[in-house]
């Protein structure tokens, strides 16, 4: 566990060197495969545990949280209700002056590049 350990912090350690020396631009446009990341290291053994690791979090994926977390009807599909988390407002005109509030407080967080968006709630 040690070396494996050991290993990470030295790929770390490398790699933000390398990020640091990129210029803004290289930074942002930077991707990343899974098989990059299972390449870093030059060990078969923890190239085995990333692999596991990166598969249990593709089972993960965006696709079915969504299957979990809606419902479908023949017309549309709907986010369930999982209170305390998740829930429909019951009262649409008080909840709608929330919500307005909520986004507009959000937009002034954004950069000013990712704020030319009107987002819209009705």
């Not at 060197?17 to 870093?40: H, V």
Request: aromatic share 10%; glycine share 2%.
């Amino acid at each position: 566990g040690h070396d494996i350990t050991m290993e990470f912090v030295s790929s770390y350690q490398n790699k933000v060197k390398e990020y640091s020396e990129m210029n803004f631009l290289e930074l942002w446009y930077t991707k990343f495969t899974l098989e990059d990341i299972r390449k870093l290291s030059p060990r078969k053994k923890l190239q085995d545990a990333v692999t596991k690791v990166l598969q249990r979090a593709g089972n993960l994926s965006h696709e079915r949280v969504l299957q979990k977390i809606t419902q479908s009807s023949i017309a549309l599909r709907e986010i369930t209700d999982q209170p305390p988390l998740i829930y429909h407002p019951f009262d649409m005109k008080e909840s709608r002056e929330l919500i307005d509030h909520f986004i507009e407080n959000y937009k002034s967080t954004l950069q000013p590049d990712r704020n030319c968006c009107s987002i819209n709630t009705r």
